[in-house]
């Protein structure tokens, strides 16, 4: 078990996501930087599914109420268990009465620590995922709070195996993603439905512009500021389905991504959208962040995903061969 | 050979096939063509139970008069995918609004119906015709969206029809009856509500532990009865 001491607001349980219940009106939660909660289990040789603590507001401190493995992964920061410094991307084994105190991100935004066997709190149409709008999922479907204690999954036979070792972050380890130049993040994008609706002069501004995610951005969406995209003619768009990573255009021109808690529908004009395999380094830029798009083809949108996948599939197997040891 | 063939059959006008567009590489829309009525309604309906069951599809989300596939994978063939899809749409029969018959009964006005007043004064109408009216409807669910267990309701009498309010109200409590330009619609959840309250109802819309989380479905059609006015 694991209790929490300081929370701020917005920190909260999340796994990989609730799908296939949108048709329902829910939207699916899940990690912002899905990449790093997956990266987490496997080093703990957890179901890369399983439920961790999705923090955005520091410092966050919890007690280990018993002996248990856990991980930090996703941004780069400094936390301390008992006073000692804990690597980010690392895992270790905790004491019973242990406190970990998770810092403010050097770089990055949002913190992942994942425990062996994972968070268990029930299983609300197929996922752990908190959804603060309707109520449900993590703890009772809230941010969490000081005083909240939750079980920690068991992990069969693992007790006296080894838990102190680490891995490069994905950001260092994945070839092929585009460097972050001059402080710019460049995002891959394919485009999306309206495109064509807009002229020639507003596509290219939407290339060029170098774009901040404003600070009215959250889990739900990221307003992007810097420009104004606007059409010619407005159009009149009926709802329909959207996922995470659309960058829709409000008529006022300042683009809106979709990200983990977005509505399942949206109505405005779908400009592009972002590609899986950059979603998570998306998930990691803080508001003040400034992003670029690049357009790349539905082929290689694909093709990108290989070495995320690769990534993982690695990181799993060493992790493994490592416990066995 | 001539592409000329004076003997072929006149076949009229073809029809147009639907819009397909893609989301990132694990999700696709496609948006029927024409202007918005139940026919291509139930067209989206009917193809959404066919391709649900692709494996490919992990779930269709049903719009107005769209649909949204969901890919667990991105699909191999894309351009073949859109190609059966459109094949699909010209030869698949529609589906009627074949769904149950959902009675919702209403607390008009009162502390829950604050903006029946608004309604009224904006139509010109008593605010006994308009929950009149309103109760006399028939709606069929087009669309489950925006928020867990939200009906997108179509068929509101146009002589109540009432924009949507320019500051959302706060806090409206699950379970209001509501207008919102030309759709009516009973809020899922307590939270920011731009839509008119006209009254209440104490129905569960959505419940995540039942098996069927979502009272409504498309293809449902909803009755509203009046249980109490409170004027």
Redesign the interface.
């Known amino acids: 078990m694991i209790e929490i001491l300081t929370s701020a607001a917005f920190n909260t349980i999340q796994d990989l996501g609730r799908?296939?219940?949108?048709?329902?009106?829910?939207s699916t939660s899940g990690a912002m930087d899905p990449v790093a909660l997956a990266a987490g289990n496997a080093l703990l040789g957890n179901d890369e599914n399983a439920a961790g603590i999705e923090i955005q507001t520091f410092p966050f401190r919890l007690r280990f109420q018993a002996d248990a493995a856990f991980a930090l992964t996703g941004a780069d920061h400094v936390s301390t268990l008992g006073g000692s410094t804990v690597r980010p991307w690392w895992c270790t084994r905790a004491r019973a009465g242990d406190i970990l105190v998770v810092g403010l991100p050097r770089r990055g935004a949002r913190v992942y620590a994942t425990f062996g066997g994972g968070i268990d709190v029930p299983c609300?149409?197929g996922s752990r995922s908190t959804?603060l709008?309707?109520?449900?999922g993590g703890i009772e479907g809230r941010t969490l709070q000081a005083g909240d204690v939750a079980l920690i999954g068991s992990t069969k036979g693992n007790s006296d195996r080894r838990f102190d070792f680490g891995v490069a972050p994905p950001d260092v380890a994945i070839a092929g993603a585009p460097p972050v130049e001059d402080g710019v993040l460049r995002i891959r994008v394919?485009r999306?439905?309206e495109y064509d609706l807009f002229s020639q002069t507003m596509q290219a501004r939407f290339w060029s512009t170098k774009w901040k995610i404003s600070a009215r951005s959250d889990r739900g969406g990221y307003r992007l500021s810097g420009n104004q995209l606007i059409l010619d003619a407005p159009v009149e768009m009926?709802?329909?389905?959207?996922?995470a990573?659309?960058v829709q255009v409000p008529p006022a021109g300042e683009p809106i991504i979709q990200m983990s808690d977005a509505?399942?529908?949206g109505g405005y004009p779908?400009m592009a959208?972002?590609?899986?395999a950059d979603l998570w380094r998306l998930g990691q830029a803080a508001p003040g962040s400034i992003i670029a798009f690049s357009e790349v083809s539905?082929q290689d949108?694909?093709a990108a995903?290989v070495p995320v996948n690769d990534y993982l599939a690695k990181l799993r197997a060493t992790a493994n061969l490592y416990r066995a040891l | 050979m001539s592409i000329i063939q004076p003997s072929a059959p006149l076949v009229g006008a073809i029809e147009k096939s639907p819009?397909i567009?893609?989301?990132?590489?694990?999700?696709m829309?496609i948006?029927a063509p024409g202007e918005?009525d139940l026919i291509q309604q139930g067209r989206i309906w009917a193809l959404a139970d066919v391709v649900s069951s692709w494996p490919i599809v992990?779930?269709?989300?049903?719009?107005?008069?769209?649909?949204?596939l969901?890919f667990?994978q991105?699909p191999a063939d894309?351009d073949m995918l859109g190609a059966s899809i459109v094949e699909l749409w010209h030869r698949l029969p529609g589906r009627k609004a074949d769904g149950k018959v959902i009675e919702i009964p209403v607390v008009y006005g009162g502390e829950l119906g604050l903006d029946l007043a608004a309604v009224a004064k904006h139509t010109g109408l008593p605010a006994r015709d308009v929950i009149r009216i309103h109760s006399e409807g028939e709606y069929t669910v087009c669309?489950?969206?925006?928020?867990?267990?939200?009906g997108?309701l179509h068929g509101l009498d146009p002589r109540i029809h009432m924009p949507r309010k320019s500051v959302p109200s706060l806090n409206m409590q699950a379970g209001s009856v509501t207008i919102g330009g030309m759709q009516t619609g009973v809020a899922?959840?307590t939270?920011p509500n731009g839509w008119n309250a006209i009254g209440w109802a104490s129905v569960a819309m959505?419940d995540?532990?039942r098996e069927q989380?979502?009272l409504m479905l498309p293809g449902d059609r909803v009755k509203f009865r009046i249980d109490r006015i409170e004027l």
Request: proline share 5%; no cysteine; aromatic share 8%.
């Open positions: 799908h296939g219940a949108r048709r329902f009106g829910v609300v149409l959804h709008r309707a109520g449900f394919m999306a439905g009926r709802s329909h389905g959207v996922v990573g659309v509505n399942t529908a779908k959208a972002v590609i899986q539905y949108a694909v995903m | 819009k567009s893609l989301i990132g590489t694990l999700a829309l948006e918005f992990q779930e269709a989300v049903i719009g107005v008069t769209n649909v949204m969901v667990e991105p894309i669309a489950i969206a925006s928020s867990p267990g939200f997108y899922a959840l939270s959505f995540p532990q989380p979502s």
